[in-house]
């Protein structure tokens, strides 16, 4: 079972970086610099329970996973099993303070079904790179924010 896990600081406060990831959806094609799209399943905001869409482009081919937010305790985790897609296992996202601001942390315990069983090196490389990249997006996107409200 591959796992994946990212860590990244952003100058900014953790309320202002959980209202990016984990409730403001419609921002994610634009920090994720389209290679992301995410969306509630039923259209309401995200929250606890919440069941997110994420359409992500990994190598050149487009995949759905639906995550349901089974923890949610604003501003430090969300985390939960996910539920739909070629991946099953389970997400998390923590948020620390740190010296500069955020402490972001992903990380994801994933069984492939499927095809991609098969080609579990090759997808958990892509999923880390994908991950890395948009991170640093996010990273950059939330930054810009910020600086310009103050």
Same mark, same amino acid.
């Given at each position: 079972m591959p796992r994946v896990s990212e860590e990244i600081e952003i100058r900014a406060?953790? %309320?202002? $970086?959980?209202? $990016?990831?984990?409730? +403001?959806?419609?921002?994610?094609?634009?920090?994720?610099?389209?290679? *992301?799209?995410?969306?509630? $399943? +039923?259209? !309401?905001?995200?929250?606890?329970?919440a069941l997110i869409r994420f359409e992500l482009t990994i190598g050149g081919g487009e995949q759905s996973l639906v995550l349901q937010n089974q923890t949610w305790r604003p501003p430090e985790l969300c985390a939960g099993p996910i539920v739909e897609g070629p991946v099953k296992g389970s997400f998390a996202y923590s948020y620390r303070k740190s010296g500069v601001g955020t402490l972001l942390r992903f %990380? *994801? +315990?994933?069984?492939?079904?499927?095809?991609?069983?098969?080609?579990?090196?090759?997808? !958990?490389?892509?999923?880390?790179?994908?991950?890395?990249?948009?991170?640093s997006s996010l990273k950059a996107y939330i930054e810009r924010r910020s600086a310009a409200a103050r």
């Open positions: 406060p953790r %309320e202002e $970086v959980w209202h $990016v990831v984990q409730e +403001d959806l419609a921002a994610t094609t634009e920090w994720s610099q389209g290679r *992301m799209r995410a969306a509630t $399943v +039923d259209g !309401k905001p995200a929250g606890s329970g %990380e *994801m +315990d994933a069984q492939l079904s499927g095809l991609l069983r098969f080609a579990g090196g090759v997808f !958990k490389s892509q999923l880390e790179t994908n991950l890395r990249e948009a991170l």
